[in-house]
Structures are given as structure tokens and as C-alpha cells.
């Protein structure tokens, strides 16, 4: 047997049992080994029965002397009871309903019993208590190093316990079974961590790791494994994160130089004043692009926090040293809002906007874009302009990596709600970039709120900025969970919002009634307790438009809609040709509706602490004071709790703090880009081991550790990652 034999080998395991543990992730031997447990319970101490009280959890040693099956009375259960003695007293065990155990015990064996102590009024007594066979010969109190793990020989008794997250059919008492067969396995686990690497990080060696883990002889033992299979899992991420990050460095990238008197002639002609986090930010990018090696920095601000200005900042200092600069939206309707603002932001400039996507082509400064009849041919004459360079700052989705985009001289990419823009992405874009011998300079933007600790874990080799602060001119959104009883007050509330000139938003998680895949969102469940009918689009929009607001202008919008529909609704929209637009989470990223006052969301159990945090930031983003209502299904206390901690809560850094502590980073943030499905053990609460694993991963020379570069490699395909 060793790490790779399939776990159909081991004892009492069929075809049920091997499809249960699958669920489980568990298919070898290896999988079962690491697989850990998430807390333990110590019957470590084997008591004299003299010496028991009430209420507490131990093991005791003793044997039967009387033994006896029954029917109750009552409930016509079999009721088993045994006395046992170990010499200093007798102790009467309780089972109910397991008549096997008067078949499997007999009067005269000798045997750990673990359980909790309980007073009736006959005494104390134990309930139900777990057992195992004392092994002939062994002493009468735990001691010496272990067989399956302690001194006793045991596997469910007289031993700290370790408890495994379990899946329907499967009882702890099996999994702890299947895994003491598997102990002298653990012998052949080759560490990949170097000996030295480990002297450095103080970490324990693999192979004790997973035994004290299993099979821990006190609260130090597990503390230690802790560590090791924490700082595993976080090193590896560091590692990938080091890679990226030394393979940056060493390419080339244009020196931009600090434009100092334009930029500040720019920052005088904006209707509002800075932040010092956006100022803080500004600087710190600036300073990025002076150095000749290409930025690899995040920004990241919460909802209207500011960060296209920052980002307008970094691509005028950028064309003023006659370089070009690129920013790739993920949807059209995104793109073309940046497009707007960044043609507002630098309308007293020489510098020519474009925007490039699949349905459109046109640029600022009245190009010879426009004045072509087709669309290709608008496409053709743009992308001639942006290799000559006549266009200074493109706009656009995906569509610029395509083949025929070329640039004359790149320097800047600017990336919104993409995290990390990938190895391929990075080439494909230097191939485009017009200057062989250097790499463009990258910045990404996200307005998901992510915590300092959980961007250093996942996002380390990228340097990061944060703007918390927001401007000043902003009202705070009012927020309040509605239940349906108030339903009509806030028709009336929205219909008075309206008439005032305001704009409303509707949010339903379903395009239509019938849907049972709900691709568009990230789905929660909490375990409803009442109806679980969510609310869809074309059924409220039937509602609202037919019998709540006939009068007034509703419309619809869904991710299932061509691009050109969903342009030209939220065009109509922001032109305020719509009162109320009812809409999938197709809105949740970007949109900017100065004019709506009011975010409505239907069935907000549904969605996520972030995801209801973005809606809540489509409004609000002007001086008119705006309001989002939450509606529910009948949905359980701890549906409950959640929205009740984003009523009062308006600091999207804390509400992802809240999301990540309830629900964890996969998620709150999505696996996929992350590859946090790998986090068995380690959490965003481990600051310390993070840290350490960060400090040792960039320490590494990965010539020196050719094996670490490659078990870096070997994970990223398990994951999935680039």
C-alpha cells in the first residue's frame, strides 16, 4: 500500500461508502491522510470512576460485571445497560436504541468507555457512551508514544478525538477507522518543503505533521502540526506569488517621468477636492512608473471611493511622456461609461479617447472614426489610428487583445475588475505594444473590498493601494430590510422618489419564473424556513409596469440580452428615459447613474454581503440622498443576522471582513481566480502564518530550489490556474 492506492483497497469499504467519501474529496490514500480535522475533543485522561462528576467529558477503564438488553416501556426502543467497576467504584451505561451492543459486549471484557457523566437520580451514569477493547497487556493509564496514536492503542476513546467535517452516511467512528489504517503510510511522505526552508519558517516535518494531526498526544502536538499544514498551504501561494513577481522584475519597462506641473494643473480643474488615500495612491503609482521595471499594483477602493480619477491621473502623466495607455473593462456597458468619463476628465487636453468594442469604434477630438459609413470600416480606420498613435488612450473590453490591435508605443495597462491580469494576457499585450524590448506598466482596479490579509495571500505578487476614504460630497445611503407587510409604503416611497425627478432601481435574482440555474449569481443557502419563490425579472417587471406603476416608465435588463439591447437600455436609462429599470446582477459592477436614488432588491438572501454591497453602490453617487430596500423571503436567524449587519453597515472593508469570517474566501470571492479551494486548514484569521509565509517565499532563489519551482507548476495545473 502507499500514498496512490485507491481507498477500495482498505477494510469494510463498498460501493456506498466509497461513493460517500468521494464527496469528500477522498479517492486514495494520500487524500485520506490529508484530510484534516477541524476541532478535537480530549478523553485523553482515563479517570477512576471514584473520582467522576457530573457534567464531565472523560474516558474511563473498566470491566462489565453486569449486562442487560430491554424494551421501554414508552417509546418500545431497546434500552441497553451495563454496571462496570475498575476497582475503585461501579458506573452504570446507558444506550438507547442500539440493540447490537448487548450482542457485541458480554460480561467480564475490559474497556475504554469515553462520553459524558450525567446524574439521575439511581447516581451517575454515562450515556451512550463510545468503547473500545482494552488490548491485552496494555498499562492502565495512557503512556509512551503511539501505535495508532497514544499510548492506549485506541481509535475513538482514552485520546484526544479528532472531529471530521462528515458528509450524509458517513460517522466519525468510520473515518477515523479508515484512517488508522493507513498510519504507516504517513513514513513514505516526501517534504517538499527543504530542510533548511523549514529551520527558517520553525516548522515541523510533513510526515510528524499529518501523524500529530491525526493522532495528537496533547494541544502543543496539534498546535505544531497546525502550523506546518497552515504554513504549506500558504506557501505554496506565496511561491506562485514570488515567481510572478521575480519574473517582472526582470523584464524592462518605459521610464514615465513625473509630469509634476501638469498633473497638478489637472488636479486644479477637478470640481472636488482629493482624498489622501487617492492622493497616497496617485503617488504610489507615479512613483511605479518612473522606475524602468514594469508595475504590477491593485488598487482597490471601495464603491465611489475614487479610483478613476486615480487611474486618470496615471494615464495623463503617461501620454504626456508621449506613450500610449490601454484600459480593458469586462462588459461594453463599462467600457463605454469609462469612455464618457475619461473624455470629461481630459476635455481641456490635446489627448484623444477611443473606445473599442465588439459593437463599437470611435474616438474623441473629432476623428475620422465616425464619419465612416460601416461598422468594420470604423473599426479599420481606428485601429490604423492607434498603431500610428494618433489615438493616445483606448478604451475598450477584451476585443484589444484581439489580433489585428496594434499599438505604436504602449506603455500603461489599465485592467478594472480583473484581479491579476494573466502570463498569457501580459505576452499577448507586449506583442501588441509596439516596443519588443519592454513591458507595458500594469495597474488593475477593483471596487470589491478585499482585506490587506487576504490580497497579501492571494494577490502577493502584486503591490497594493487602498483608498478607504471616500468624498466628502457623499451622503450615507440609507438602508433598511423591508418585510412584505411594508411592502406598499415603499411603492409609495419610490413613486414619490420619481415625481421628485429620481430614478429607481429594481434587482430580482431570476430573469424569469421557470429558471432553476441561477448562472448569474452567487446563490446562498441558508436553509430557508418559508417560501423560497424568488422574484424574477419578467414577472416584476409585468407587476410593476401593469399594476404598481402604470404611469410611469419601466423597463427590463438581463446578462441574456444582446449587447446592443442592454447598451441602449442603459442609455435610455442614464438619459432618464427610464424611471425604473428592473434588472438581473448584471448591474452590480460599474454602472453610473447619477440621477437614481433608489436600489430596491428583491429576495436579498440570496446574495452576497459584496454583491448587495455593489448594489447599493449604483446609487448614491451624487448629492441627492439615496436609499436601498431590502426585501426577503421568510429566511432563517442567520439569513437574518447577515442583513441586518449590512443595514448598518456602510464600510465595504468590514462587510468582506464579515463575508469572509461567516462564508469564507471561496465564497465571497469565487474559487476560480483564486485557487482558494486549496485552503483545507489555513484561514484569512491566520495573520501571523501569512506573514511568515510571505517573509520565507521571498527569501526563496529558485535556482537554488529547482523543487519548489516545480511543485509550484504541479499545483497550478491542480488548480487549474495559469
Not at 471601495?302 to 479610483?307: A, E, H, Q
Not at 483608498?467 to 411603492?491: E, F
Not at 404611469?551 to 436609462?573: C, N, P, R, T, W
Not at 440621477?595 to 432588491?601: G, L, P, R
Request: a positive charge.
Amino acid at each position: 500500500m502507499d500514498l496512490k492506492t485507491k481507498i477500495t483497497r482498505l477494510n469494510r469499504i463498498g460501493k456506498t461508502l466509497e461513493k460517500r467519501l468521494s464527496l469528500l474529496g477522498i479517492v486514495t490514500v494520500e487524500d485520506l491522510l490529508f484530510y484534516f480535522p477541524f476541532r478535537y475533543e480530549d478523553y485523553s485522561t482515563v479517570l477512576d470512576i471514584a473520582k467522576l462528576q457530573n457534567g464531565q467529558e472523560v474516558t474511563i477503564r473498566g470491566k462489565i460485571e453486569l449486562l442487560n438488553a430491554k424494551r421501554s416501556s414508552r417509546q418500545r426502543k431497546i434500552v441497553t445497560e451495563a454496571l462496570i467497576s475498575d476497582g475503585s467504584e461501579q458506573l452504570r451505561l446507558v444506550w438507547f436504541g442500539q440493540p447490537f451492543i448487548s450482542k457485541t459486549l458480554h460480561v467480564g471484557d475490559e474497556l475504554y468507555f469515553s462520553g459524558k457523566v450525567k446524574s439521575d437520580m439511581f447516581g451517575l451514569q454515562m450515556v451512550s457512551p463510545s468503547y473500545e477493547r482494552v488490548r491485552n497487556g496494555e498499562p492502565s493509564q495512557t503512556a509512551g508514544r503511539r501505535g495508532t496514536g497514544n499510548g492506549t492503542n485506541t481509535i475513538n476513546t482514552a485520546r484526544i478525538l479528532p472531529i471530521y467535517s462528515l458528509t450524509a452516511g458517513i460517522t466519525q467512528k468510520q473515518l477515523r477507522f479508515l484512517i488508522s489504517q493507513v498510519v504507516h503510510v504517513i513514513d513514505e511522505i516526501v517534504d517538499w518543503v527543504p530542510e533548511d526552508v523549514r529551520d527558517v519558517a520553525d516548522v515541523m516535518e510533513l510526515k510528524e505533521a499529518i501523524r500529530s494531526i491525526h493522532f495528537p498526544e496533547n494541544q502543543a502536538e496539534i498546535n505544531h502540526a497546525e502550523k506546518r499544514l497552515k504554513f504549506d498551504e500558504l506557501f505554496i501561494l506565496q511561491l506562485r506569488a514570488e515567481m510572478l513577481r521575480q519574473s517582472i522584475k526582470v523584464a524592462k519597462a518605459p521610464k514615465i517621468k513625473f509630469s509634476e506641473k501638469a498633473i497638478q494643473d489637472f488636479v486644479a480643474t477637478l470640481p472636488f477636492e482629493l482624498t489622501k488615500d487617492q492622493k497616497v495612491a496617485s503617488w504610489e503609482i507615479i512613483q511605479d512608473l518612473e522606475k524602468g521595471v514594469p508595475m504590477n499594483r491593485l488598487l482597490e477602493g471601495d464603491v465611489g471611493s475614487g479610483k478613476t480619477v486615480v487611474a486618470a491621473m496615471a494615464t495623463l502623466n503617461t501620454v504626456l511622456n508621449n506613450y500610449q495607455v490601454a484600459i480593458m473593462a469586462p462588459t461594453e456597458v463599462l467600457a463605454s461609461q469609462h469612455y464618457e468619463s475619461f473624455c470629461e476628465l481630459f476635455k481641456d487636453t490635446n489627448i484623444v479617447v477611443g473606445l473599442l468594442s465588439r459593437s463599437k469604434a470611435q474616438a474623441s477630438q473629432k476623428s475620422k472614426v465616425e464619419s465612416q459609413k460601416s461598422l468594420s470600416a470604423q473599426k479599420k480606420e481606428f485601429i490604423k489610428l492607434l498603431k500610428e498613435g494618433e489615438i493616445h488612450v483606448v478604451i475598450g473590453t477584451h476585443a484589444l487583445l484581439t489580433e489585428d490591435v496594434q499599438f505604436k508605443d504602449l506603455a500603461l495597462v489599465i485592467v478594472d475588475e480583473q484581479h491579476r491580469f494573466g502570463v498569457e494576457q501580459r505576452k499577448t499585450i507586449k506583442e501588441k505594444s509596439g516596443n519588443k524590448k519592454t513591458t507595458p506598466h500594469f495597474l488593475s482596479m477593483t471596487a470589491t473590498p478585499i482585506p490587506r490579509s487576504f490580497a497579501l495571500t492571494i494577490y502577493g505578487d502584486l503591490d497594493l493601494s487602498i483608498i478607504k476614504q471616500m468624498p466628502s460630497n457623499r451622503k450615507v445611503i440609507k438602508t433598511r430590510l423591508v418585510d412584505d407587510h411594508n411592502r406598499q409604503k415603499a411603492y409609495d416611497f419610490i413613486a414619490e422618489q420619481v415625481k421628485q425627478g429620481r430614478q429607481v432601481f429594481v434587482i430580482c435574482p431570476l430573469i424569469e419564473q421557470k429558471e432553476k440555474d441561477e448562472n448569474e449569481i452567487e446563490i446562498i443557502n441558508y436553509n430557508f424556513t418559508g417560501s423560497q419563490e424568488k422574484k424574477s425579472v419578467l414577472a416584476e417587471f409585468e407587476k410593476l409596469s401593469k399594476q404598481i406603476f402604470p404611469d410611469l416608465k419601466v423597463d427590463y435588463l438581463h446578462g441574456k440580452m444582446k449587447s446592443a439591447e442592454k447598451d441602449e437600455i442603459m442609455q435610455d436609462f442614464a438619459g432618464g428615459k427610464i424611471d425604473i429599470l428592473v434588472s438581473t446582477s448584471v448591474v452590480e459592477v460599474g454602472v453610473n447613474i447619477p440621477n437614481a436614488s433608489v436600489m430596491m432588491i428583491e429576495g436579498s438572501e440570496n446574495f452576497g454581503l459584496a454583491q448587495l454591497h455593489q448594489f447599493r453602490g449604483r446609487v448614491g453617487r451624487s448629492s441627492y440622498q439615496s436609499y436601498c430596500f431590502l426585501f426577503t423571503t421568510k429566511s432563517s436567524p442567520k439569513s437574518k443576522e447577515r442583513l441586518e449587519f449590512f443595514e448598518k453597515t456602510h464600510d465595504g472593508f468590514a462587510l468582506a471582513e464579515y463575508d469572509l469570517e461567516v462564508r469564507g474566501p471561496g465564497a465571497v470571492y469565487g474559487t476560480s481566480q483564486s485557487g482558494m479551494m486549496n485552503l483545507k486548514i489555513a484561514t484569512m484569521r491566520d495573520n501571523d502564518i501569512i506573514k511568515l509565509a510571505r517573509d520565507v517565499a521571498r527569501g526563496i532563489d529558485f535556482k537554488k530550489y529547482p523543487s519548489l519551482k516545480q511543485k509550484v507548476g504541479d499545483w497550478e495545473k491542480s488548480v487549474h490556474l495559469e
